[in-house]
C-alpha cells in the first residue's frame, strides 16, 4: 500500500482516508515505517507474493537500528536535566532553532529529559529591579535553579549587562557554562572585570570609548559597511592546549572544522592577562591571531567558543560543546571523559539490541 500524508490525514494511493498517527516527536516515525513493513511483509506472505522482494530496512547497526534506538531513548528519557537559556529573542524560540535542536541531541545521547527553561537577558540587570521587582526575581530564580547555563550568539547591546551577570553566576558558583560566539566575549568580559579588576572594561560593540577594549572589530571588517562584513562558513580551529577537555570532548582530532558568523572577536593583546588569571584559550584559527576556544581549567564545566557548533549537530552526532555541558550538567561529564561510561549504556535498555552511539558515525 503507497501512503502519503496530507496534514493531519493520511490517505492512501485510491483516496481513502486512513487514521492519521499521533506521534509525539520526529525521532518517532522511522519506528512505524519499520512496524509497517513489518505488516506488509505479513500480508505479502498471506496473498501468497511473498515477501523476500521488499526492501531491507533494517538489522543490527543499520542507520534505521540506530533510529529505532533513538525512538527508544526518547521514549525512556525520563531523568531531567535543566538547561536555561539566556538571550535576548526568548520572545520567539525560532530565533534559536539550533540551538534547541542541539541540547535534545545531545541530551538524547546521555538518556536524559532536556528542560529548557528560557531567560530574557535584561530581567537580570540591576534596572529590571526598579522597574519591574518580580520579572527581576523571577529571571534569576530561573538561573539559580539551572542545571547548566546557555549564552547563544547576538548583536546589538540590549541584554549585555544580563548576560553577563549570568556568565558570573556560572563562574563564581561552578555551574556548567557554555559561551557561543557573544558568549565567549560576555564570558571574557565578565572575567576581565571581576579577575583583572579592569572596570569598564566592554566590547567595543556595546561602548567604543571603553578603557579596556577586550572584545574589538574583526581588523580586516569595515566599520562603515555591514554587508559582507562578517567573518562566515567553515573555518578551521587548531589546539593551542593538545591536553585541554574541548578536544577530549571531539573525541581527540587534530583540529576542529565549524561555521562561523561574527564581526567581533576577543582582543588579542590582552590574552596573557587572561590567561595569567586562569582563563585558558585552548583553540586558535591556524594563524594563531584569533582565539576560537576558551575553558576556565578546575571549574566544573565552563567553556565558551567563537563559532556556531549548533549549525553541524545532527540526531546521531551531536555537537560536541552542548554534549559536554549536558554531561556535566549531569554529572556524568568525568566517566565520559575518563572512559569508564559509554554512552552505548545510555542508548539502549537491557530489552533492546545495544548499538554504540559514536559522535563520529554518519553524518544524519
Same mark, same amino acid.
Given at each position: ?113 532536556? /528542560?529548557?527553561?528560557? /531567560?530574557?537577558? $535584561?530581567?537580570?540587570?540591576? $534596572? ?26 547576538? *548583536? ?50 556595546? $561602548? ?72 585558558? *584559550? ?20 565552563? /567553556? ?29 561529564? $568525568? ?30
Amino acid at each position: 500500500l503507497l501512503l502519503f500524508v496530507c496534514s493531519t490525514h493520511i490517505f492512501d494511493s485510491q483516496g481513502s482516508h486512513c487514521e492519521a498517527p499521533q506521534l509525539p516527536s520526529l525521532f518517532v516515525p522511522p519506528r512505524s515505517t519499520a512496524r509497517g513493513k513489518g505488516r506488509l511483509e505479513r500480508r505479502a506472505d498471506a496473498v501468497g507474493g511473498g515477501s523476500a522482494s521488499l526492501p531491507r530496512v533494517g538489522g543490527r547497526g543499520t542507520l534505521l537500528a540506530k533510529w529505532l534506538n533513538l525512538a527508544e531513548r526518547f521514549d525512556r528519557a525520563f531523568e531531567p536535566v535543566k538547561i536555561v537559556v539566556v538571550g535576548k529573542y526568548t520572545g520567539m524560540s525560532d530565533s534559536y532553532a539550533s540551538l534547541i535542536k542541539s541540547l535534545q541531541h545531545a541530551a538524547l545521547a546521555v538518556g536524559k529529559k532536556l /528542560i529548557l527553561e528560557w /531567560i530574557e537577558a $535584561d530581567d537580570l540587570e540591576p $534596572d529590571r529591579k526598579k522597574e519591574d521587582p518580580v520579572k527581576f526575581h523571577e529571571a534569576w530564580q530561573r538561573l539559580c535553579s539551572a542545571g547548566g547555563i546557555l549564552v547563544p550568539g547576538g *548583536f546589538g547591546t540590549r541584554g549585555i549587562e544580563g548576560k553577563i551577570e549570568a556568565a558570573a553566576w556560572a563562574r563564581k558558583m561552578n555551574i556548567p557554562y557554555l559561551g557561543i560566539c557573544l558568549g565567549l566575549q560576555i564570558a571574557v568580559i565578565e572575567f576581565a572585570r571581576n579577575e583583572l579588576g579592569w572596570k569598564g572594561a566592554n566590547s567595543v560593540e556595546v $561602548d567604543k570609548d571603553t578603557p579596556h577594549p577586550v572584545v574589538v572589530f574583526m581588523p580586516e571588517g569595515s566599520k562603515t559597511h555591514l554587508g559582507g562584513t562578517m567573518r562566515l562558513g567553515k573555518r578551521r580551529t587548531v589546539w593551542k592546549d593538545p591536553d585541554c577537555l574541548t578536544r577530549k570532548l571531539y573525541k581527540g582530532v587534530d583540529f576542529v572544522e565549524e561555521r562561523h558568523r561574527h564581526r567581533y572577536e576577543v582582543n588579542p593583546e590582552i590574552v596573557p592577562q587572561l590567561e595569567a588569571k586562569g582563563m585558558k *584559550f585552548v583553540g586558535q584559527d591556524v594563524e594563531g591571531e584569533r582565539m576560537e576556544i576558551m575553558e576556565i581549567p578546575g571549574h566544573k564545566f565552563f /567553556i565558551a567558543v567563537q563559532y556556531h557548533p549548533e549549525y553541524l549537530t545532527r540526531p546521531l552526532k551531536p555537537s560536541p560543546p552542548f554534549l559536554g555541558l549536558i554531561l556535566a550538567a549531569s554529572n556524568m561529564l $568525568d566517566q565520559y571523559v575518563n572512559k569508564s561510561l559509554s554512552l552505548s549504556r545510555w542508548a539502549s535498555q537491557e530489552e533492546l539490541p545495544s548499538f554504540s552511539l559514536d559522535i563520529q558515525d554518519a553524518d544524519v
